[in-house]
């Protein structure tokens, strides 16, 4: 069993070595450990440090991409270097890497695909009373979409199996915790948390630059969350709204009609018309949209199998090598 350890990173020179420095050599259950850096178009000395740190793999964007794509470029170079299990952690050193045997043990017995770190949010003290209330927020916006029991869906503290990060697929560019879980939920994969430590701030939240950004990115994430794995339920419920709102005034316009009063509430009788007729568009909207989701699912299954494929003649040839 091989495990790898990826760090997304983006000028981490001043924290990595001490993120580093508490890295596992050893795991229970593990032959190997590894440890991975994506260098997210980093200008400073990180590529430097890790090096000389003992990461034992660089991948390098040659422009900043992003927190999610350095993540997905992570899961790619880690599925491609053989890994079993990869494990996900900052480069600030926000969580106690100590921990990670506690990440891994529930993939290593069998009885998840997935693990997430819970921090413990109510007790970290940086936390703002706004951030923690949007943390609280968008953990149950996730049980929601994923139908898991998650508490702490932000956290990028997580393990995964192969076969877990070969289906995963994140759309979004902003941070990749929300979704991979929703997906994972929508895919039918063996979810858990497990009660993690954290440690002391060493630098801002790159995600959070003021609590303006991250309110307003916060509801673009979760609004993009309900349009892409929820897209019947988001589209139908505002056409069933507004369809009902048209309804109910054509049922008032009536009402005055019959009274002999509908020459004055022609409005009303426009207004209705203009409103049933978006609400009946809306939901047609809705029928497309849940065929087009049911189409991006047939297309990861596919990429699915076409990375089980790839992977396996990967690791076929690293044994013919080693061997």
């Not at 981490?12 to 890295?23: H, P």
């Not at 880690?78 to 890994?83: D, V």
């Not at 497309?288 to 596919?302: F, G, P, Q």
Request: charged share 20%; aromatic share 8%.
């Amino acid at each position: 069993m091989k495990l790898i350890i990826q760090i997304p990173c983006l000028n981490e020179a001043d924290t990595l070595a001490i993120a580093l420095k508490d890295l596992p050599r050893e795991v229970p259950g593990f032959d190997t450990v590894g440890w991975l850096v994506i260098d997210d178009g980093s200008t400073d000395d990180t590529v430097r440090v890790a090096r000389e740190n003992g990461v034992d793999h660089v991948v390098s964007h040659t422009r900043n991409q992003g927190l999610a794509r350095g993540f997905m470029t992570g899961l790619d170079a880690c599925l491609n270097l053989g890994a079993d299990v990869i494990v996900n952690t900052d480069a600030d050193n926000q969580y106690n890497a100590a921990d990670i045997p506690a990440l891994t043990a529930p993939i290593v017995a069998g009885a998840a695909d997935i693990v997430i770190g819970a921090r413990p949010i109510e007790a970290i003290e940086h936390f703002s009373p706004i951030k923690k209330l949007l943390q609280k927020l968008g953990s149950w916006v996730v049980r929601v979409a994923s139908k898991t029991d998650i508490p702490d869906a932000p956290s990028g503290f997580r393990a995964m199996s192969r076969s877990a990060a070969q289906r995963l697929v994140v759309f979004n560019d902003y941070t990749y915790t929300l979704e991979t879980i929703i997906q994972a939920g929508q895919k039918n994969m063996a979810i858990t948390s497990v009660p993690v430590r954290v440690n002391g701030d060493l630098r801002p939240s790159r995600l959070v630059k003021s609590i303006s950004s991250y309110i307003k990115r916060s509801i673009v994430t979760i609004v993009r969350i309900f349009v892409i794995y929820r897209p019947f339920r988001f589209f139908g419920t505002i056409g069933a709204v507004v369809f009902a709102a048209g309804f109910l005034l054509g049922l008032r316009f009536v009402w005055y009609y019959m009274a002999g009063e509908g020459d004055g509430h022609v409005q009303s009788l426009i207004l209705a018309a203009l409103l049933m007729g978006m609400g009946f568009q809306t939901i047609l909207v809705a029928f497309v949209a849940d065929l087009l989701a049911a189409n991006r699912k047939l297309l990861e299954d596919v990429r699915f199998k076409t990375s089980m494929i790839s992977g396996g003649e990967t690791i076929s040839r690293e044994k013919t090598k080693n061997s």
